[in-house]
């Protein structure tokens, strides 16, 4: 008896010690967690809809300025008819909430940072690498506006007219829908254009992928240092169209319609190369790779051999327009774009 007696006290210390362990660790280690939670949880229910925006009346021709790293900005196109600069940000108290600077012709958006760790806190909870996406604010603003996002953690622009420029450390940039020049540098991200019209495209990478789909300009700069690039219906447009699309380390594929009267450089360091013009082009078109061969498939291209086929002059009707494809390692194609 004494015996069994015994064993029951010490599973009954057993239990107890492991409720005590499990009730340490749920107030202590998770609380951090739970913390955040709630606070997500709470900022969710207020939600962009729950916010009243700010509003700030602007100039015919004004600029907004964003400083600040730490939000994601969805920035798009505000009714027709308005004059003002609308911004949501889903909670506009506290320490940590946007701090928005107002003068006739400027609009600056930025964030007071009050943590010098590792973590900041915003809006109530921690936006550390490793914890939470970034906050999420919306700006709407009339057509004309220019944009400068200094720093941002992420830029989603749509349906805007006005030029645009934009700098970020780590995160994507997606813009669609533009009446405007683009002048993106993205250290290490992502890139992606659609439907873009401008006088000048200029997208500058060090780490990440670049991509172009049905974009217009008279001008292109488009480089990166690891990163492939992707052009569909690229188009160009004006009096002396020019177009520079590079990479140190990655493939290279461009296709759409290239101007007669226009220079085209195509250059990667470590890559392959798929240029596609237009059916009726008017380009010659001087290909060279170090390490690999030339292939071409447009129709009634005269192709003349300068070092077996890895350096070949490509003469598309008139041969007007001039076309450098240049890569170090690997092979290049040309192809009527649109052909199977």
Same mark, same amino acid.
């Given at each position: 008896?004494?015996?069994?007696?015994?064993?029951?006290?010490?599973?009954?210390?057993?239990?107890?010690?492991?409720?005590?362990?499990?009730?340490?660790?749920?107030?202590?280690?998770?609380?951090?967690?739970?913390?955040?939670?709630?606070?997500?949880?709470?900022?969710?229910?207020?939600?962009?809809?729950?916010?009243?925006?700010?509003?700030?009346?602007?100039?015919?021709?004004?600029?907004?300025?964003?400083?600040?790293?730490?939000?994601?900005?969805?920035?798009?196109?505000?009714?027709?008819?308005?004059?003002?600069?609308?911004?949501?940000?889903?909670?506009?108290?506290?320490?940590?909430?946007?701090?928005?600077?107002?003068?006739?012709?400027?609009?600056?958006?930025?964030?007071?940072?009050?943590?010098?760790?590792?973590?900041?806190?915003?809006?109530?909870?921690?936006?550390?690498?490793?914890?939470?996406?970034?906050?999420?604010?919306?700006?709407?603003?009339?057509?004309?506006?220019?944009?400068?996002?200094?720093?941002?953690?992420?830029?989603?622009?749509?349906?805007?007219?006005?030029?645009?420029?934009?700098?970020?450390?780590?995160?994507?940039?997606?813009?669609?829908?533009?009446?405007?020049?683009?002048?993106?540098?993205?250290?290490?991200?992502?890139?992606?254009?659609?439907?873009?019209?401008?006088?000048?495209?200029?997208?500058?990478?060090?780490?990440? *992928?670049?991509?172009?789909? $049905?974009?217009?300009? %008279? @001008?292109?700069?488009?480089? =990166?240092? !690891?990163? #492939? /690039?992707?052009?569909?219906?690229?188009?160009?447009?004006?009096?002396?169209?020019?177009?520079?699309?590079?990479?140190?380390?990655?493939?290279?594929?461009?296709?759409?319609?290239?101007?007669?009267?226009?220079?085209?450089?195509?250059?990667?360091?470590?890559?392959?190369?798929?240029?596609?013009?237009?059916?009726?082009?008017?380009?010659?078109?001087?290909?060279?790779?170090?390490?690999?061969?030339?292939?071409?498939?447009?129709?009634?291209?005269?192709?003349?051999?300068?070092?077996?086929?890895?350096? *070949?002059?490509?003469?598309? $009707?008139?041969?007007? %327009? @001039?076309?450098?494809?240049? =890569?170090? !390692?690997? #092979? /290049?194609?040309?192809?009527?774009?649109?052909?199977?």
């Amino acid at each position: 008896m004494d015996r069994s007696r015994r064993r029951l006290v010490t599973s009954l210390v057993i239990v107890e010690i492991v409720i005590a362990v499990a009730v340490v660790r749920l107030i202590a280690t998770p609380f951090g967690h739970r913390h955040h939670e709630l606070a997500r949880s709470a900022a969710s229910a207020r939600g962009h809809h729950g916010a009243v925006p700010r509003t700030f009346s602007v100039a015919s021709a004004p600029l907004l300025v964003i400083d600040d790293d730490s939000s994601t900005f969805e920035i798009v196109s505000a009714e027709a008819t308005a004059t003002a600069i609308s911004v949501d940000d889903g909670a506009s108290d506290g320490a940590h909430a946007l701090r928005i600077v107002t003068t006739p012709s400027v609009v600056t958006i930025g964030r007071e940072h009050a943590s010098t760790g590792k973590t900041s806190w915003h809006f109530g909870w921690s936006t550390s690498t490793d914890d939470m996406a970034s906050p999420r604010v919306v700006v709407r603003v009339p057509a004309g506006v220019r944009i400068d996002a200094k720093a941002v953690a992420n830029l989603t622009i749509t349906g805007h007219r006005g030029d645009v420029a934009a700098t970020l450390d780590s995160g994507t940039v997606a813009i669609a829908d533009i009446d405007g020049s683009i002048d993106v540098a993205s250290s290490n991200g992502r890139v992606v254009l659609d439907r873009v019209r401008g006088e000048r495209i200029a997208v500058a990478a060090t780490n990440g *992928r670049i991509t172009l789909r $049905g974009t217009v300009a %008279g @001008a292109y700069d488009v480089r =990166t240092d !690891n990163g #492939r /690039i992707d052009g569909t219906d690229v188009a160009f447009r004006g009096a002396a169209p020019n177009g520079s699309f590079t990479t140190s380390n990655g493939a290279i594929a461009i296709g759409g319609s290239f101007p007669e009267n226009g220079k085209y450089i195509v250059r990667s360091e470590n890559g392959r190369i798929a240029f596609s013009p237009q059916a009726e082009a008017s380009l010659t078109i001087d290909a060279h790779t170090e390490n690999g061969s030339v292939n071409v498939s447009y129709p009634n291209a005269v192709v003349t051999d300068r070092d077996d086929a890895k350096s *070949r002059t490509v003469r598309i $009707g008139a041969g007007t %327009g @001039a076309v450098e494809l240049a =890569t170090s !390692n690997s #092979r /290049i194609t040309i192809a009527k774009n649109g052909a199977s």
